[in-house]
T-cell receptor, first 110, second 115 residues
């Protein structure tokens, strides 16, 4: 148990669906992150939020839309995704040092 | 720009033998360095970090890493490998004084420990 909870753990969606991934951290951290992990590829940073404000957007397509209503919650809204978006989406939080990761949401786009 | 290199896609060792997983980095200034482990269908688990101080850092599960500034390396080591150590290992770096910025990860090294 890392203190970072991601839901759902698994998600299958069609290309025309709209869905959301949720992340909640119970560690009192100020920064939250979305990473994408695809097979055979390095971890890709997607978004960074500090104190609810987005501080990094790593050229992510607009079909991925993040939302950070407070320092404890982070969402990733998904719409009109492509099959190549199938991956493990990892949420993490930090205060000043290491990142603490959730277990990930395994997304399959049909 | 910051970067991390893990030159080996896979490392194979026999149980009971020492293991080393290599990592080199590039960053301006003194780096913050990290090692993570990932088991199948799980998130990344923090193993250890180097911020400052002793070059030899001890972490979870008997792992340690040695910071070598002249070689810009931060290799992960364990004196005696266990079959349960088999997993995917990631090295990561962040520039100093950048709290709240993301870590840059290497591509990962798969460690396979045979019995």
């Amino acid at each position: 148990e890392t203190g970072v909870t991601q839901t759902p753990r698994h998600l299958v969606m069609g290309m025309t669906n709209k869905k959301s991934l949720k992340c909640e951290q119970h560690l009192g951290h100020n920064a939250m992150y979305w990473y994408k992990q695809s097979a055979k590829k390095p971890l890709e940073l997607m978004f960074v939020y500090n104190f609810k404000e987005q501080t990094e957007n790593n050229s992510v397509p607009s079909r991925f839309s993040p939302e950070c209503p407070n320092s404890s919650h982070l969402f990733l809204h998904l719409h009109t995704l492509q099959p190549e978006d199938s991956a493990l989406y990892l949420c993490a939080s930090s205060q000043a040092g290491e990142l603490f990761f959730g277990e990930g949401s395994r997304l399959t786009v049909l | 720009a910051q970067s991390v290199a893990q030159p080996e896609d896979q490392v194979n060792v026999a149980e009971g033998n020492p293991l080393t997983v290599k990592c080199t980095y590039s960053v301006s200034g003194n780096p913050y360095l990290f090692w993570y482990v990932q088991y199948p269908n799980r998130g990344l688990q923090f193993l250890l970090k180097y911020i400052t101080g002793d070059n030899l850092v001890k972490g979870s599960y008997g792992f340690e890493a040695e910071f070598n500034k002249s070689q810009t390396s931060f290799h992960l080591k364990k004196p005696s490998a266990l079959v349960s150590d088999s997993a995917l290992y990631f090295c990561a770096v962040r520039a100093p004084n950048q709290a709240g910025t993301a870590l840059i990860f290497g591509k990962g090294t798969t460690l396979s420990v045979s019995s």
